[in-house]
Structures are given as C-alpha cells and as structure tokens.
C-alpha cells in the first residue's frame, strides 16, 4: 500500500474533503450522531466543488477554469474506462490509481463545472453557492428552515445573543475545508435566508 505521501489527496477519503471526524462533528452541530447517507452526499459533493473551484488558478477567468475542469473530467473518463480494459496482473502495476480513483475525479471535475456554470467569477459567490447547498442539507436533516437569532436590546446598542443552530452547521461545514471563507459568513447566511425566504 503506497504512503500517505504518495496518495492524491482527493483519493484519502470516500467523503473527501472531510473526514470522518469532520462529519462527526457537523453532525454534532446539528445535535445528530450521524448525517443520513443522502446529506452526505450532497455536502461532500458541495464541498468538493467549492474545493477545486477555490484551487483553481486564480489568473485564469471562470470559464477558461471550466475548460479545465471538463477537460479533466473526459481525460478522468477515458482513462477510468481504459483501465477496466487491463487484465488482472497489468492492472496491479498500477498500484495507487484504479479506475474508480479516476471515476472520483471526473465526478469531482464535473462538480466543479457545474458550479462554475452558475457562478460569476467572484470568490465571494462561492460563498453564496456554497452556503445554498448548506441550507438544503439543513432542511432534509432537521425538517424545519433555518433561522436567526434577532439581536438582543442592550442600553446603548443591539448585541447578538449565542449563535443559531444553522450558523454553527455553516461553521462546522466550512472551517474544516476553508478556515479563511468562514470570515464574515454571517453576512452570507443572512443574505441566504433572506433570499430563500422570499421565495428565491
């Protein structure tokens, strides 16, 4: 088995890019032993599109980053389909990349495509896009809309009182991948529940 050095590390883990102890812990959040098999789905594959969408070179616009990415996604296909072509002892040459490495990878990519269709060029709308999925997850586990704690009245000024359960989700989604974009993501969640109670 090759080292921890030698693993892509979109291949460490089933649930990449989360562990299993940040999937605990985002259960947690939620006051859940564990996700539903469904919500894990759909975080981890919000996850790993904002991801790679992140990674992506930054000098590049949106939609040359989207070439990439299908172009990774066909090359991943082609490949995976070859590999399945070997017979036994070929395929055991190639002791750390099997077809169903390359099939998560051409998910992943196409992920990443489909969130750069829907986004404009601005990490903030990775944000935004992100947080949507969030919401989703929330909803189907908890069976009931997020909401926000009003801010409590102090003499001189308003305070924000503890954190709501769907902020705390948010935080436990998002650190463990981006510890940066949880800067300011009150503002994004606010701008979220707004749109989505409205209709949106």
Not at 96 to 110: K, R
Request: proline share 4%.
């Amino acid at each position: 088995m090759a080292d921890d050095a030698e693993t892509p590390l979109w291949r460490t883990s089933e649930t990449w890019p989360y562990s299993d102890a940040d999937l605990k812990r985002i259960a947690r959040s939620l006051n859940r032993s564990t996700l539903s098999e469904e919500s894990v789905n759909v975080l981890t594959d919000a996850a790993m599109a904002f991801c790679l969408a992140a990674i992506a070179d930054r000098n590049h616009g949106t939609k040359q980053r989207r070439r990439q990415f299908e172009r990774i996604a066909v090359l991943a296909g082609r490949l995976a389909k070859r590999l399945r072509q070997l017979n036994a002892m070929s395929a055991q040459q190639l002791r750390t990349v099997g077809p169903n490495d390359l099939e998560l990878l051409a998910i992943s990519a196409e992920g990443a495509i489909s969130v750069l269709r829907r986004r404009i060029d601005d990490p903030e709308q990775m944000r935004f896009e992100f947080v949507g999925e969030l919401y989703d997850v929330f909803v189907a586990e908890m069976d009931e809309l997020p909401t926000r704690n009003r801010p409590g009245k102090g003499k001189k000024r308003k305070i924000r009182v503890g954190r709501t359960q769907f902020e705390r989700f948010v935080d436990a989604a998002l650190k463990p991948i981006n510890p940066a974009a949880a800067k300011g993501i009150d503002r994004v969640i606010k701008a979220i529940l707004k749109r989505r109670s409205a209709g949106s």
